[in-house]
């Protein structure tokens, strides 16, 4: 039996349209997906009928998946000669660790193709009216996790607070207020503009927006939980102005048809 192939695809932030036409392609002829639990359930809706579904994001007693039974999903389906779509929410390779699917896919000599996502970091903040970079307010943007990894802090966040650029944070918000008093501590001003972004690129999307030292409080008046994208710099001051959330149009059925053309 030949092999199949994996495809480590990005579905983007959350609003469905902004999948790539190289992505939306790859489910709409998938014999198999693979998916996380921050992947909107719309685009695994364009999937045949006939393509098995497996969520990796939650088990009914809610456990994720074990990253090595993961990565013997894809290559049982691979070798049994499907077309396996990891789907994978924002870009693959952004702290979804899309990096060991692929290292492990290379490993046992199967078939992958990554095709980049929009990170919710850069384009999930432009949907709260944040942009990462600008040349008035920040030359730079570091993208980091909040996650301690098995009880060992990853960040050294005194040597983060030195760096002028714009500060993203993901899978934050749990530590939030630790990681905003360590930012304080290595010197940032407690006044640097701070805010979080919750479901961002989707209807329910939803803003906190303060300082480094008035954000948790900020967070919970505004009853924001994760998924969130935690922002600290001078561009959060132009999420007023940028935002563009009320304007926005839907892309049309036609439009999503013409990619089946490709
Ligand atoms: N690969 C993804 C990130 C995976 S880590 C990407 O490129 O976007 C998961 C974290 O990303 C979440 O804990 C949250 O901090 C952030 N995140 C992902 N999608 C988000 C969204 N729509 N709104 C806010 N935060 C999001």
């Keep these: 039996m030949n092999k199949g192939k994996v495809w480590l695809v990005g579905a983007g932030p959350g609003d469905p349209s902004l999948i790539t036409v190289k992505g939306l392609h790859c489910i709409r002829e998938a014999t198999v997906i ?12 364009q999937a045949p009928d006939t393509c098995q579904i497996i969520n990796v994001g939650k088990t009914p007693n809610h456990h994720p998946v074990p990253q090595e039974q993961i ?10 000669g499907k077309n396996v779509v ?10 979804g660790r899309g990096g060991e699917e692929a290292e492990s896919l290379s490993r046992h000599k199967i078939a992958f193709e990554i095709i980049p996502g929009i990170s919710s970091s ?59 008093k360590l930012l304080i501590e290595g010197g940032k001003s407690p006044d640097t503009p701070a805010a979080a972004v919750m479901y ?42 940028l935002s563009f959330a009320s304007t926005q149009v839907d892309i049309s059925h036609e439009s999503l048809q013409l990619v089946e053309a490709m």
């Design 34 to 45: 693979v998916h996380d639990r921050l992947v909107n359930p719309k685009l695994i809706a």
């Design 71 to 80: 990565n013997q999903i894809l290559i049982d389906h691979a070798l049994a």
């Design 200 to 241: 961002a690129s989707q209807p329910r999307q939803k803003i906190a927006k303060g300082t480094l030292s008035t954000l948790k409080q900020e967070i919970e008046n505004q009853k924001l939980h994760a998924p969130a994208l935690i922002v600290i710099g001078n561009v959060v001051n132009l999420s007023e102005i």
């Design 122 to 180: 850069i384009g999930g903040l432009a949907y709260a009216g944040i942009p990462v970079t600008h040349r008035d307010y920040s030359s730079s943007f570091h993208v980091v996790t909040g996650h301690l990894c098995q009880g060992n802090e990853p960040q050294n966040w005194h040597a983060l607070a030195k760096t002028e650029g714009t500060l993203i944070i993901l899978m934050g918000m749990t530590r939030q207020e630790e990681i905003c």
């Design 86 to 95: 990891r789907l994978k929410g924002g870009d693959p390779y952004v702290f």
